[in-house]
């Protein structure tokens, strides 16, 4: 059986590399929202350099949003 992970944690001590890590998950997310067609992504900063980004069932397909905590 395959583990398909929707959760990726993203931590960064060079600003400079946010942006990309950021990206990265980003379309790794959106390649597996698109075979169900029903979660949106969430990305969440929890800390300066410390962020998730996530399927979520509470995000509409096809969109992303953001918040901090």
Known sequence: MMTV????????TDPSALDEQLESAH???QALAQHTRTNGILVTRHAP?????????QVPYGTTQQQIL
């Open 5 to 12: 992970h929707t959760t990726i944690d993203i931590h960064v």
């Open 27 to 29: 379309q790794s997310l």
């Open 49 to 57: 350099g410390r962020y998730t980004a996530q399927l979520s069932d």
